[in-house]
């Protein structure tokens, strides 16, 4: 799933431009962030989260996580073979 501090609206839109998402889109919008403090990706300073990938096993432990500065994307190809370290 993806989870950002936008609206749900922004998020319905921005995967309506995308042409669908293969995955649930979910909203942090309030409490603001509170789920990206959660994870320690909380930017104080820009008012915003900070993109990143985080892989949770079925346990709830988090197996796996890199952030990326703005404009970079991961790659779907390490993505998916961490996932396959999964059980």
Known sequence: MGISC??????R???????????PELSDW????EVTTAYGLWNEERGAGTRAV????????????ETYA????????????????LD
């Open 6 to 11: 936008d609206h749900v609206a922004a998020h």
């Open 13 to 23: 839109a921005w995967s309506t431009a995308m042409g669908g998402l293969p995955y």
């Open 30 to 33: 309030h409490p603001k962030g």
């Open 54 to 65: 985080i892989i949770v096993d079925k346990d709830g432990v988090v197996r796996f996580r």
């Open 70 to 85: 703005p404009g970079t994307l991961p790659n779907p190809e390490m993505v998916l073979e961490e996932l396959n370290k």
